[in-house]
């Protein structure tokens, strides 16, 4: 009987143990613990009473949060200060505006958002007070960003990454943003041009550590130039580069399409040459049509042709796509109207040429037949010497009339004209 309660005690405490258990591994609520000068919080954000005994210069980490980021704004000042905010895999519907502001106390570096979705912006609302103290912001695998053009205010932002936010494009004051990087990361976007003059200098910097642009739309056009141009141990400091249009083009990396030298510097100007026999250079902006190239085009840049126009890498309207056929044509050193002449003039000479040749041939077979026609044959020779010197006739008879024939011959024999002599009368040769 005892060892039956004994075992009945054990499967009751076996089955408390599974319901604690159970218990435990399905609570939802929230929670923060503190590590060091760690705070990690748990489907909530962190209470002011927890900043407060966090202490200063604190990191704080947010997971699974659902809801707006509201600040518990503290009763005294300088009680606490957040010098890094990650919110990973949560889900934000709102963001007050200076919260990251008020929730750090003005002192946020870093800022990061992992896998966060929801409705919230990082604008001038949100970021408002961060100009002189925000540092980083990492942005990955979140909600597609819209306007990102306040991060120009923040003038101690030094480390941009925004992977995989669905962005399409970058706002015009985007070049103030990268004279102050030392790091970017734009993997896995939907880019397709950058400020390339303000990223080909800042790469040369001595600062600068590298630049993240791979699983991209990059279009490859002479707006690439300024990038060309930077020496090569700066230009590794782009990483993943690859071209995604043109179809000509497509799958060049930076170096593939350099090497292709499909774009041309422009010349340098002289003193006293008119501005309008340079033309402008089509290195036009990033608001320019695409361009068009046939499929199959692709050029193998490491074949050193080197033939720049083999894909036509113009850009514009078609209007703009004439005026730069005249540009390169100008850059070096001709125009379309001299170029016209020469081709006129060579024309003209080619022309005389052949016709010059074929009066020559003809008169020299004029010359042949004449000469041909003057020349005797060898039958009329024959002929003419039977006619004067008949052979002596056989008999009496014969002897006769050779005689009377002589008598009434009275044609003296020329034996230098033989062709011009006429013919004896009433001679008849029978041999004939």
Known sequence: ?????????????????LACLSHICTRTEAICYKHGKLLNCLNSIPRRSELEGAGMQIS?????YGGELIADLPEEKNTYSVNS???????????MPRFFSEFSSNGLE????????GEFELNAQ?????????????????????DISYFAELKKLTKLHLGLTDLAEVPANFATVLSRLISMDLTRNKLTRLPWDALASRIQAVEFQRSRLSDNQWHCDCTLLPLLQVPED???????????????VAGFTLAEFRAANLCKSPPIKE?????NFYGKVPFGGADESQIGVEPGDKLNPLS??????????????????????????ASAGLSTEVIAVIVAIVVVALIVLIAVIAFKARQSSQRRTQASRKQPTQKSNSYCAVIEHPSPPRGGSGAQKSDTSGVNNTYIKDPDHLERQPLAPGYRDNRL
Request: aromatic share 6%; net charge neutral.
């Open 271 to 275: 003193s006293g040459k008119d501005d």
């Open 1 to 17: 009987m005892n060892s039956f309660r004994g075992g009945y005690s054990h499967v009751l405490q076996f089955c408390l143990s």
């Open 110 to 117: 870093l800022l990061l958002f992992n896998g966060v979705s």
């Open 304 to 329: 050193g042709s080197g033939e720049p126009g083999s894909v036509d890498l113009r850009e514009g309207t078609q209007n703009e796509n004439a005026q730069n056929v005249n540009t390169e044509v």
């Open 234 to 248: 700066s230009l590794h400091k782009i990483v993943g580069f690859q071209c995604a249009s043109p179809s000509g």
């Open 85 to 95: 905010l990650q919110i990973f895999n949560s889900t934000i519907r709102k963001i």
């Open 60 to 64: 704080v980490q947010i997971n699974n």
């Open 126 to 146: 949100t970021l408002s007070g961060l100009e002189e103290v925000l540092t980083t912001i990492r942005v990955t695998n979140s909600r597609p960003l819209r």
